[in-house]
């Protein structure tokens, strides 16, 4: 069934496709430059991603808020009912957005990779064309491939480039196996939901346009929907499905780990809402019984969501690894945008896809600082080894960077965390009051982190306030790349978090759209 | 019943007469003129001649009108028209690959065998017999086609006379295969007692009611088809006969052997006794063919997934995992609808593609030294053609999108889960899904080797012949075309 059957305002965006084209043609062109000239390698990567970038950035100013941008509708596999559709709402438009900076700021954060460089910009350029893909895909069985063309990259991203300790490869061997079998593990799960979406509703489609309007029996319904949102949540780092998250992170190359933070777990997120919640709804009803006081699958989630934040956040407060303090944190922040599903508002579900952004971009910055400006100068991650090193004299960019994204980390007003995290709690205020309290320990608990982390690492309290003896071997400067990258990314969440209006003119209007029609009236509360 | 004229009858089989014809011709000009030449001329010619007769035949298929001659002997139509294109696709591909590998090995006097000649005149005859069985529906013809197929098997297992292992697989091969040949024969003779034909549509009408016999005959049946099919616990030979034969062969066991099985195995269950077949669905179990499968599908899952999780060799490896596909597969089997057959063919042929594939690689590596997953280390630095080749193949096995095998798990689960009573086979769809998981990880763990491992200290490029290489390439890129575009074979299977 086509898509312009839907009752949507349609605009045509063409050339959104070209996102996921480019990347995957930039994957083949860099594999084909030749393997003398590193450098040529990086400006056709760094190309590419900034082509992904101009062309989402041009389609949301013409968009006109409240349509769907109709990319691409063909037959594809008629027998089965699978079409090859392409579109994008305001929530897709903020995830490319957000998917074009990480891309162009990991290439960036990249410039220094030496040892294969070729084919570590080929997995990273088709790993960018696999999320695209997943955040442009309207066809449920195409955004599953999508979904899974991720998977391998990221695989090899770790395995291959990831940190070795001592030179010690093996933790990064058992983190990218680990993060290759949980994604693969969630999205079997998924693989079963939508197996069965297609079967239950009449076998002849995957549109998601078209299944969100299709009347699934409520039956059906609870038990497809905690299927396909643990399959993605896996993804989303919930717990107790999280632990991929901070090994993966921790092993990971910085590119990745931005990736992985940054958009990756986004995947997850936006699986969560576009595919479970968007067309099983009524699996969010109560069940009509309680067990220890849960009444509902959104109970469960809510709870689980609510674990995430405050175990992400006291785990990360004790930890030594610099790496770990931060991959813990993701899986706190990324607490956040599932209790702002679950709490089935508009301004709770408007907080959480504002959050996909703002921690994408956040968090991407804060694995910037730890593993490209201060790991690969001091091949430590050690908390307290690096106290000594007196960084903020040896590298004053990396801890004036770092200062502002922890600002924009634990939720100052001024950055785009601030309006995301106080959408969230506005929104759980509003329909589940007795959690704002375990939220906000949660939130001081982040505060406390962050701070922890910041003056172990660049303001020691043993650092005299004179400059100090000049060190015996200096740590290589910071590097233009770099600097443009940690810029790109600032100004994104200083933007963002002064006039938020600019994503929540995409995301508002398209959570009032037809497509969660079957959301709102099923328990908007 | 319409009398058949000879004329007809060779007409119909010509593409196997153009076969046996360049069997006998490969085996004479490799015998009585080439015997003094060296082993590389040798491979070449008969690669060559070879290659003319599977074209010949594939040229002279009879794609056109279906035929149904009387007692089921000769029934084709638009699908068999499919599947014998697949096959002499499958044997093209066998052939290319052996005559490049047995030409470089010559070269460099390293060659498995030294009865050129012979490895492709039975090559062919093997195709001849999968031609027959994928064009009968009368059981005598299936047990004598797939007798004729077993004897050339045994002998292609045990073709390396140098190797001890070789010869153990294939005494291994031969004892279990011809016990289940008896199976067989014994289940074939139940039926016809029971019905008085041989045919299976006849069969089918004398058979409508289930009852003790008929169950018999058809636990027998399976039996034997399920050794075919290296499922468990008939599998037991599988792994040694992977691992013992010359790689090729064992290509070749993998793939053609195991798209015959199924269709055969399909055949008899769906034409000749599909009254008795059951129900596997778990709330609605019933008695029959299907909760036997249904068992036969679930051992097959758990035992070749985890036991492939142990190897260390990578042929034995393919060959758990094979045991693991071969539980998938059952899957159209229980299934049992219009779909589920088509499905099911476009299951196995991409699995034969892929599988074919790994052992084409494989089969290039041995002559270079590499055998087991520890030799596989740094591999992409060597020879990132081949490289790319293996993991499009595996991740294809694994079942990744955008590859063809992904498609193929996608649709055969789909199918499985439309069959009625509706969501009744849910249960085997949940546990093949969570087993894929599993074999992701054996997967991975050998393209770990292969891209992640550091080279070891002394590694040189490899050399690989050119035409292996390009024989691969386009396996692969079917294999990544078949996934983009399934529809290009999906709706000749209809």
């Known amino acids: 069934m086509p898509l312009t059957t839907i009752s949507q305002p349609l605009a045509s965006a063409p050339q959104l496709a070209w996102t996921i084209y480019a990347s995957f043609l930039g994957a083949v062109a860099v594999l084909l430059t030749p393997s003398s000239r590193p450098q040529f390698t990086r400006w056709v990567a760094l190309l590419t991603s900034v082509v992904g970038f101009v062309l989402t950035l041009g389609a949301v100013l013409q968009y006109q808020p409240g349509s769907l941008l109709l990319v691409a509708d063909s037959t594809w596999i008629p027998q089965l009912g699978i079409r090859y559709t392409l579109a994008a709402d305001g929530i897709s438009l903020t995830l490319l957005l957000l998917t074009g900076l990480a891309a162009m700021a990991g290439i960036l954060f990249s410039w220094n990779i030496e040892h294969r460089t070729r084919e570590f910009f080929a997995f990273y350029l088709v790993l960018i064309g696999g999320v695209y893909g997943v955040f ?86 609870m038990w497809a929907f905690p299927l396909i949102f643990v399959g993605f949540a896996v993804l989303a780092g919930l717990w107790p499905f999280h632990t991929w998250a901070p090994t993966g992170h921790a092993a990971a190359p910085t590119a990745a780990s931005m990736l992985l933070a940054g958009v990756v777990m986004k995947l997850g997120a936006y699986g969560c809402l576009r595919v479970a919640m968007m067309l099983f709804p009524l699996g969010l009803a109560p069940w009509g019984f309680h067990i220890l006081g849960l009444g509902s699958w959104r109970d469960v989630f809510a709870l689980l969501a609510l674990i995430s934040i405050v175990y992400g956040a006291s785990v990360a407060l004790v930890q030594r690894d610099f790496k770990f303090v931060i991959g813990y944190s993701s899986v706190s922040h990324m607490g956040f945008v599932l209790l702002g599903l679950m709490t089935l508002s508009q301004i709770g579900i408007n907080g959480a896809v504002l959050q996909m952004f703002s921690h994408g971009i956040i968090a991407g910055l804060l694995f910037a600082v730890v593993g490209r400006m201060v790991y690969d100068r001091t091949h430590t991650r050690d908390l307290a080894a690096l106290g000594p090193m007196q960084l903020s004299y040896a590298l004053p960019f990396a801890a004036v960077t770092f200062t502002l994204a922890a600002m924009a980390s634990v939720g100052l007003p001024g950055f785009s965390g601030f309006i995301a995290e106080l959408q969230v709690i506005l929104g759980v205020w509003r329909s589940m009051p007795w959690m704002v309290f375990a939220v906000a320990l949660g939130i001081l608990i982040g505060v406390a982190f962050t701070w922890r982390a910041l003056t172990r690492v660049f303001f020691p309290a043993s650092q005299s306030d004179e400059s100090p003896a000049p060190i015996e071997h200096p740590l290589p400067p910071i590097t233009l790349p770099e600097r443009a990258g940690a810029l790109l990314l600032l100004t994104a969440t200083i933007i963002v978090g002064l006039y938020p209006h600019i994503l929540m003119r995409l995301i508002l209007p398209s959570l009032q759209s037809p497509l969660f029609s079957a959301l709102r009236n099923g328990g908007w509360r | 019943m319409n009398p058949v004229s000879y004329a007809e009858l060779l007409r119909l089989t010509l593409p196997q007469i153009a076969l046996t014809v360049a069997a006998f011709f490969v085996l004479a000009c490799d015998g009585m003129l080439l015997r003094r030449s060296p082993i590389a001329v040798r491979a070449r010619i008969a690669m060559l001649l070879s290659l003319a007769g599977s074209l010949v035949a594939l040229a002279l298929l009879p794609l056109t009108a279906p035929v149904h001659l009387p007692d089921g002997m000769l029934v084709l139509d638009a699908r068999t028209g499919v599947v014998q294109v697949v096959l002499l696709l499958l044997t093209l591909a066998v052939t290319l690959l052996s005559g490049s590998v047995l030409v470089q090995q010559g070269r460099e006097a390293s060659a498995f065998t030294t009865h050129i000649g012979e490895f492709f005149a039975l090559l062919l005859f093997a195709t001849v017999a999968v031609l027959f069985l994928v064009s009968t529906q009368n059981l005598l013809l299936i047990f004598l086609a797939v007798e004729f197929l077993s004897l050339v098997l045994y002998v292609f297992t045990a073709f390396n006379k140098h190797s001890r292992a070789s010869a153990e697989a294939a005494l291994k091969y031969f004892l279990f295969g011809g016990m289940s040949a008896g199976f067989l024969l014994f289940g074939i003779s139940l039926l016809y007692g029971i019905s008085g034909s041989l045919d299976l549509q006849q069969i089918a009408l004398a058979a409508s009611q289930p009852d003790s016999l008929l169950l018999a005959a058809i636990v027998l049946v399976i039996l034997g088809f399920g050794f075919k099919i290296a499922a468990a616990p008939f599998h037991l030979w599988a792994p040694d006969a992977y691992q013992g034969a010359p790689s090729l062969s064992a290509g070749f066991i993998a793939s053609s052997s195991k798209v015959v099985g199924f269709f055969v195995f399909a055949q008899v269950l769906f034409i000749g006794v599909a009254s008795a077949s059951g129900n596997a669905a778990w709330h609605l179990s019933a008695p029959g063919w299907m909760p036997i499968l249904a068992a036969v599908a679930v051992l097959s899952m758990l035992l070749g997934n985890l036991a492939a999780l142990a190897q260390t060799s990578l042929r034995r490896l393919l060959a758990y995992s094979a045991i693991g596909h071969a539980g998938y597969l059952l899957l159209g089997l229980i299934a049992h609808t219009p779909q589920s057959l088509a499905a099911l063919l476009y299951y196995v042929f991409t699995y034969a593609l892929a599988v074919l594939g790994a052992f084409g690689v494989l089969a290039v590596l041995e002559t270079n030294g590499i055998d087991s997953l520890s030799s596989l280390a740094g591999l992409s630095r060597r020879s990132p053609t081949l490289s790319a080749c293996l993991l499009v193949f595996l991740l294809s096995l694994a079942g990744i999108p955008p590859l063809a095998g992904f498609f193929a798990k996608f649709w055969l689960f789909a199918v499985a889960l439309q069959a009625a009573p509706a969501f009744g086979l849910l249960w085997l769809v949940i546990l093949a899904i969570l087993m894929s998981v599993v074999a992701l990880f054996y997967y991975l763990r050998v393209l770990r080797q292969v891209y992640v491992a550091p080279m070891a200290e002394n590694a040189t490029p490899l050399s690989s012949p050119a035409l292996a290489r390009i024989t691969l390439l386009v396996m692969a890129a079917l294999t990544l075309l078949l996934g983009c575009a399934p529809n290009l074979l999906m709706q000749r299977l209809r």
Do not use: C
């Not at chain 1, 949980?182 to 009449?202: D, N, P």
């Open chain 1, 136 to 221: 442009l895909s309207f066809d449920l069985f195409l955004l599953f491939v999508f979904y899974e063309i991720a998977i391998i990259p990221k695989y090899f991203l770790i395995a291959i480039w990831g940190s070795a300790p001592n030179g010690d490869t093996r933790p990064r061997q058992y983190a990218a196996m680990k993060l290759a079998l949980y994604s693969f593990a969630g999205s079997a799960l998924v693989l079963i939901g939508i197996l069965a979406a297609w079967a239950a509703s009449g076998s002849h489609t995957l549109n998601l346009a078209v299944l969100a309007h299709y009347p699934f029996s409520q039956h059906f319904q």
